[in-house]
Nanobody, 114 residues
């Protein structure tokens, strides 16, 4: 079993920055890809960024050049640095870990005010 705990959400003004953290505990050696997803009200959950154990990254087009995903395998932690935030980035952000199996965190709210 793997448990994921996200932190770092909150209210930020447009143009500002926020850093999300996802700490994994449990049988983390089975985890390969970790990723951040988000879900805005009335919308489907969408992939924001992912990173493999080896450091390969992938980003949603609308966050490229603004968001950076990173990972510290020794600390079993994945980060999402979000810069130049826009109101449309407002959502609940979820951490996901895939071994298999798949684990989700409880989510952290990010609200970007205009």
């Amino acid at each position: 079993q793997v448990q994921l705990v996200e932190s770092g959400g909150g209210l930020v003004q447009a143009g500002g920055s926020r850093r999300l953290t996802c700490a994994a505990s449990g049988i983390t050696a089975t985890v390969n890809v970790m990723s951040w997803w988000r879900q805005a009200p009335g919308k489907q959950r969408e992939l924001v960024a992912s990173i493999s154990r080896g450091g390969l990254t992938n980003y949603k087009d609308s966050v490229k050049e603004r968001f950076t995903i990173s990972r510290d395998n020794a600390k079993n932690t994945v980060y999402l640095q979000m810069d130049s935030l826009k109101p449309e980035d407002t959502a609940v952000y979820y951490c996901k870990a895939v071994g298999p199996p798949t684990y989700w965190g409880q989510g952290t709210q990010v609200t970007v005010s205009s």
